[in-house]
C-alpha cells in the first residue's frame, strides 16, 4: 500500500459523512477541505459558501470547513472526492493531476486582469473546463481567487528573468511551474506548502512565489526580505464537489449548491482585490523592499513556454487557451 493509499484510507475512516441513498429529505452534513489557513481567500470563501447554504436551505445542509490541509493534501483530496470519501475541497496547482490541459489557466500572463479572469471563466472556457471535471467525477461549484502570483527571495529585488538567475525557487507540484521558473533562470523544485516558512528561514529555498495573502499569512516577511509585484500568473481556485454527491441531491440542493459558489466567488474576488493593495502596504511596513517587475521582459521570456507547453499538450490545450484569449475584450 502506497502513501496516497494509506492516506486515502486514513481519510476515509476519518470522514463519517458519506451518504447512502437518497438525501433531499433528510439533514445533510458535509466535509470541505481547504488547503490554507484562516487568513486565507480560500477558507474565508469557502466559510462564506458555508454559511450562505446553510442560510439558504434553513439548515438543510451543514458544511464544515478544515483548513490547513489537515483533511489530506490536495492531491489525496481529488481522489478521495472522485471516489466519494470526501465531499468538498479547494484545489489549485494540482488540478492538472485530474486533467493536464488545464494548466493552461497557469501559463504565465495568460490572464491581463480580473476582468479578463471573470469573462473567461463566465464564459465558454469556463464551461469546457466544468464538463472535462466533471467527467472526471468532480463538480466545479465556484472558481476562486486564487490571487495574481508575485515572487519573494531573500539575494536580490527581481526585475527581470535574469534576476532569478540561480535563485533557489519553491514552487507548488507542478511541471509547469517548475519549468516556468528553471526557464527564467532560477533553480526550482517543489515543496509541500505546509513546509515553506522552514525551508525559507533555513536557507534551502531562497524565495517562493504566491498571492501576496499568503506572504501575510504565513508571515514570510520574516524570513523574506523583497517583493517583486510580478503578477506572473493568476491562481484559479477550484471549489470542488465530489459529483457523487453532488447528484445524490435534489434538484432544489443543488441549486442551493451552486448558488452558494456563487456567493463565495464574489467574494473572493472582493478580499484578492482588496489584497492586492492593503497587504503590499502592510508589507511594507514590515519591512519588506518592494519593487515593480519589467512586465515586457517577462511577457518576452514566456513566449517559449507558452509555445512549448502547447506543443507537448496537443490541439485539445490550444483550443482551450484560444477561448481564454478570446475573452479578453
Do not use: C
Amino acid at each position: 500500500m502506497n502513501r496516497r493509499t494509506t492516506l486515502i484510507a486514513a481519510i476515509a475512516a476519518a470522514l463519517t459523512s458519506v451518504v447512502a441513498g437518497p438525501i433531499a429529505a433528510q439533514d445533510i452534513s458535509l466535509r470541505a477541505n481547504v488547503p490554507g489557513n484562516e487568513e486565507g481567500i480560500a477558507y474565508q470563501s469557502v466559510q462564506h459558501f458555508a454559511d450562505a447554504l446553510s442560510k439558504s436551505t434553513d439548515g438543510a445542509i451543514e458544511v464544515d470547513v478544515f483548513h490547513s490541509s489537515s483533511l489530506g493534501d490536495q492531491e489525496s483530496s481529488i481522489e478521495s472526492m472522485q471516489v466519494g470519501i470526501l465531499d468538498m475541497a479547494t484545489i489549485e496547482t494540482p488540478i492538472t493531476s485530474v486533467d493536464p490541459i488545464l494548466g493552461a489557466t497557469a501559463l504565465p500572463y495568460m490572464f491581463s486582469g480580473r476582468d479578463h479572469v471573470k469573462a473567461a471563466l463566465d464564459g465558454e472556457a469556463g464551461r469546457l473546463i466544468e464538463e472535462r471535471l466533471a467527467a472526471k467525477g468532480l463538480r466545479v461549484v465556484a472558481f476562486l481567487e486564487g490571487g495574481f502570483r508575485q515572487i519573494t527571495n531573500s539575494v536580490r529585488p527581481i526585475v527581470t528573468p535574469a534576476d532569478l538567475e540561480g535563485v533557489k525557487m519553491r514552487t507548488p507540484g507542478s511541471a509547469l511551474r517548475i519549468a516556468i521558473f528553471n526557464h527564467y533562470g532560477a533553480n526550482a523544485s517543489p515543496l509541500p506548502f505546509n513546509e515553506l516558512y522552514s525551508a525559507l528561514q533555513t536557507g534551502v529555498f531562497d524565495g517562493q512565489e504566491n498571492p501576496v495573502i499568503w506572504v501575510k499569512a504565513t508571515k514570510f516577511y520574516e524570513v523574506q526580505d523583497y517583493l517583486s509585484l510580478s503578477n506572473h500568473l493568476y491562481t484559479v481556485t477550484y471549489l470542488l464537489m465530489s459529483e457523487e454527491k453532488f447528484q445524490a441531491l435534489s434538484p432544489e440542493l443543488q441549486e442551493a449548491v451552486m448558488a452558494a459558489g456563487e456567493a463565495a466567488e464574489a467574494l473572493s474576488v472582493e478580499l484578492g482585490t482588496a489584497a492586492d493593495v492593503e497587504i503590499v502596504d502592510f508589507l511594507k511596513d514590515e519591512g519588506m523592499e518592494v519593487n515593480d517587475v519589467d512586465i515586457e521582459s517577462f511577457t518576452g521570456a514566456s513566449a517559449k513556454i507558452w509555445s512549448d507547453w502547447s506543443a507537448k499538450q496537443g490541439q485539445e490545450a490550444q483550443a482551450l487557451i484560444d477561448l481564454i484569449r478570446a475573452a479578453d475584450k
